[in-house]
């Protein structure tokens, strides 16, 4: 989940043989629209953006605890996400995470829903994000960001989508994240 005006969600199913697919993209305008999606979709795990609306998000973890974290990026950690259950949050570096749902893009390794408007919306979203590389003036260090080149809502959510079905705990087949 990807929180601004609206709540983009992105609801993926993960296959222990196959490849991933996504079986649910929407926008939603209240929180309380969410707990009727995991609900409906049996969802084991969810990452939703931690912010700007932290108090909602975090409302919406506290119901369904165990199962909701709320993401925050964090320019300089490397490697692996950091899942905290206590507090309900995973940490994780934002180019490195965009890196690795990026490659599962191109790898073909998750499939999408027959197209529509909103599968076209989010493929538009997709491709509105890319890769810079900056060079800090004082120290001449580079590294590589993402930077925003539209609405990148859909991007974001695919991204914690991502996150949460390399995390998900006791994976069935057919069970949704």
């Given at each position: 989940?990807?929180?601004?005006?609206?709540?983009?969600?992105?609801?993926?199913?993960?296959?222990?043989?196959?490849?991933?697919?996504?079986?649910?993209?929407?926008?939603?305008?209240?929180?309380?629209?969410?707990?009727?999606?995991?609900?409906?979709?049996?969802?084991?795990?969810?990452?939703?953006?931690?912010l700007p609306?932290?108090?909602?998000?975090?409302?919406?973890?506290?119901?369904?605890?165990?199962?909701?974290f709320l993401?925050?990026?964090?320019?300089?950690?490397?490697?692996?996400?950091?899942?905290?259950?206590?507090?309900?949050?995973?940490?994780?570096?934002?180019?490195?995470?965009?890196?690795?749902?990026?490659?599962?893009?191109?790898?073909?390794?998750?499939?999408?829903?027959?197209?529509?408007?909103?599968?076209?919306?989010?493929?538009?979203?997709?491709?509105?994000?890319?890769?810079?590389?900056?060079?800090?003036?004082?120290?001449?260090?580079?590294?590589?960001?993402?930077?925003?080149?539209?609405?990148?809502?859909?991007?974001?959510?695919?991204?914690?989508?991502?996150?949460?079905?390399?995390?998900?705990?006791?994976?069935?087949?057919?069970?949704?994240?």
């Amino acid at each position: 989940v990807d929180q601004g005006k609206d709540l983009h969600v992105v609801i993926g199913k993960k296959h222990p043989q196959k490849v991933a697919k996504i079986v649910h993209l929407g926008i939603y305008r209240d929180w309380e629209e969410l707990d009727r999606l995991m609900k409906n979709f049996n969802v084991l795990r969810v990452v939703v953006d931690a912010l700007p609306e932290t108090r909602n998000a975090r409302a919406f973890a506290e119901r369904h605890r165990g199962k909701v974290f709320l993401n925050f990026y964090r320019e300089f950690q490397k490697g692996f996400y950091k899942w905290n259950e206590w507090d309900l949050t995973v940490a994780c570096n934002r180019t490195e995470s965009l890196d690795a749902s990026h490659n599962e893009i191109m790898a073909g390794e998750i499939i999408l829903p027959k197209e529509c408007e909103i599968v076209s919306e989010f493929a538009k979203n997709l491709h509105n994000v890319a890769k810079k590389l900056e060079e800090d003036e004082e120290t001449g260090s580079k590294r590589y960001v993402y930077v925003k080149l539209g609405p990148d809502h859909f991007r974001h959510a695919y991204n914690y989508e991502c996150m949460a079905r390399q995390n998900c705990p006791n994976l069935l087949f057919g069970d949704l994240l």
